[in-house]
Nanobody, 128 residues
Framework: QVQLVESGGGLVQAGGSLRLSCEAS????????MGWFRQAPGKEREFVAA????????VYADSVQGRFTISRDNDKNTVFLQINSLKPEDTAVYYC?????????????????????WGQGTQVTVSS
């Protein structure tokens, strides 16, 4: 069992930045591909970014490429999402998720079903 707790959300103006954090507990953090997803009001949850255990592989949704950066600190059991140049359409609840990979393969899945554990989410609201 892995527990994930997100933090760092808030209300920001368009063009601003936020850094989201997700701290994991309960299992070996390095055994997980970590991902970020988001869900806007009235929309389905969508993939944002993910990172493999060594940070050698990072994948982003087209809509956030170049503005969002995912990173991780395995010593602190934490994955981060740096969000720059925020747009009103980035408004959503952002969720952290973990995909168990004890063999440490690097392939990144974008589908929600591949992720075994989820956090409760942190709200990001961007005003225009």
């Amino acid at each position: 069992q892995v527990q994930l707790v997100e933090s760092g959300g808030g209300l920001v103006q368009a063009g601003g930045s936020l850094r989201l954090s997700c701290e994991a507990s309960g299992r070996t953090f390095s055994d997980y591909v970590m991902g970020w997803f988001r869900q806007a009001p009235g929309k389905e949850r969508e993939f944002v970014a993910a990172i493999n255990w060594s940070a050698s592989t990072r994948v982003y949704a087209d809509s956030v490429q170049g503005r969002f950066t995912i990173s991780r600190d395995n010593d602190k059991n934490t994955v981060f999402l740096q969000i720059n140049s925020l747009k009103p359409e980035d408004t959503a609840v952002y969720y952290c998720a973990a995909d168990h990979r004890p063999d440490r393969t690097s392939y990144i899945y974008r589908g929600m079903v591949k992720y075994d554990y989820w956090g409760q989410g942190t709200q990001v609201t961007v005003s225009s």
